[in-house]
């Protein structure tokens, strides 16, 4: 049997106090979306903000996992639920990367960290799409990632908040803005392949 992920594991026991109350998945959801999008909001002022955005965006990623198991724990899946993490999860992702760049733009990186943090995050949406797109034609094996120790590759966006407390937020974002495009076009090429 396959180890599953830290962060599933945690939102597991999060939600389980949750499972036979009216507490709705699509709740969860909304709630990761709001969290997230302060994790943006605050990474966008810059300065002792990025603090705060880093440990929102750990917080958002934790429930963005709890509104799957809540479901499935409780029987609650729905077509709709699962269209709306997606959504969600690409909205806060793209989010964050915005205002990450808006967080730096009075750094070494300037006004050119706003358009960086888009590109992140427009790549984070085309990686998302294409893989997507390549699940409906293979089956949900597509969406499966290398994983070791309880971590999936996906997982070292959670470097982001130490990351942040350390100093070290322009160095991730600026390998952030090439390694994501990097594994979109990458990804591209492996559906193209595949197909």
Do not use: C
Request: proline share 4%; net charge neutral.
């Amino acid at each position: 049997m396959e180890e599953r992920p830290w962060d599933a594991r945690i939102a597991r026991a999060m939600v389980q106090p949750f499972v036979s109350t009216d507490l709705h998945p699509n709740h969860v959801t909304t709630l990761g979306l709001l969290v997230g999008l302060g994790a943006a909001w605050a990474y966008g002022q810059g300065g002792g903000w990025a603090d705060v955005g880093g440990g929102l965006f750990l917080l958002a990623g934790i429930v963005d996992h709890a509104d799957g198991e809540l479901a499935r724990m409780s029987g609650k899946t729905s077509d709709f639920g699962h269209r709306y993490d997606r959504i969600v999860d690409l909205v806060v992702k793209t989010a964050l990367f915005t205002g990450i760049g808006f967080g730096l733009r009075s750094g070494p990186l300037g006004l050119w960290a706003v358009p960086m943090g888009v590109v992140a995050g427009l790549s984070l949406v085309a990686i998302f799409t294409i893989r997507g797109a390549h699940a409906r034609r293979v089956g949900s094996v597509a969406y499966a990632q290398p994983s070791f120790a309880g971590f999936e590759l996906e997982d070292v966006l959670y470097l982001l908040a130490p990351v942040t407390w350390l100093g070290g937020l322009a160095t991730f974002f600026s390998l952030a803005v090439i390694g994501i495009p990097a594994f979109a076009l990458f990804s591209f090429v492996q559906a193209r392949r595949a197909a």
